[in-house]
T-cell receptor, first 114, second 113 residues
């Protein structure tokens, strides 16, 4: 079985540009999570979806960040406009329906905003 | 609110010796506790979890963790460390009311040959 798939794996962009990160969760999983990892703040939850519906977006830094899940097999995290402080590794994770189930992480997208 | 503390930034241990990586948690309800490992330039890999039942949980790669409710701890252990265990280890907690995990700051494990 393929795990969580993220693309691109690396992204280098200039400040002010739009960045779109993509995630394909594990088939059959109905919860999807976006996390951000930085040296200063560690791993922090940005947003999560349950059955394609955003449930908790309290971790989204500001209006420049938006996330969508148009169907059960695809999600995007968009930053517009990007800023240097957005540089981080962005992880997508998915889990099955039951609340006690494990979250499985993708390989991450390493974003560098110049 | 839920929180996790990993008091040690780094743990050093000699190969073949037992290792312990510490974690304490705070939740309002019953905790679901997890350990993940991260190798350089990789995503997080699930090691083990505690949901309910036996306080000693066994996981991947010979790791185990002991849930202690009175001390609100969930320390990760391994009887005999390998150099290949060197990585970044994260403890995470989720209470019964939320799906999202709250992660600790991570502990870097360095196993010396």
């Amino acid at each position: 079985d393929a795990g969580v798939i993220q693309s691109p794996r690396h992204e280098v962009t200039e400040m002010g540009q739009e960045v779109t990160l993509r995630c394909k969760p594990i088939s059959g999983h109905n919860s999807l999570f976006w996390y951000r990892q930085t040296m200063m703040r560690g791993l922090e939850l940005l947003i999560y979806f349950n059955n394609n519906v955003p449930i908790d977006d309290s971790g989204m830094p500001e209006d420049r960040f938006s996330a969508k899940m148009p169907n059960a097999s695809f999600s995007t995290l968009k930053i517009q406009p990007s800023e240097p402080r957005d540089s981080a590794v962005y992880f997508c994770a998915s889990s099955p329906r039951q609340i006690q189930e494990t979250q499985y992480f993708g390989p991450g997208t390493r974003l560098l905003v110049l | 609110a839920q929180s996790v503390a990993q008091p040690e930034d780094q743990v050093n241990v000699a190969e073949g010796n037992p290792l312990t990586v510490k974690c304490t948690y705070s939740v309002s309800g019953n905790p679901y506790l997890f350990w993940y490992v991260q190798y350089p330039n990789r995503g997080l890999q699930f090691l083990l979890k505690y949901i309910t039942g036996d306080n000693l949980v066994k996981g991947s790669y010979g790791f185990e963790a002991e849930f202690n409710k009175s001390q609100t701890s969930f320390h990760l252990k391994k009887p005999s460390a390998l150099v290949s265990d060197s990585a970044l280890y994260f403890c995470a907690v989720r209470d019964t009311g939320r799906r999202a995990l709250t992660f600790g700051s991570g502990t870097r494990l360095q196993v010396q040959p």
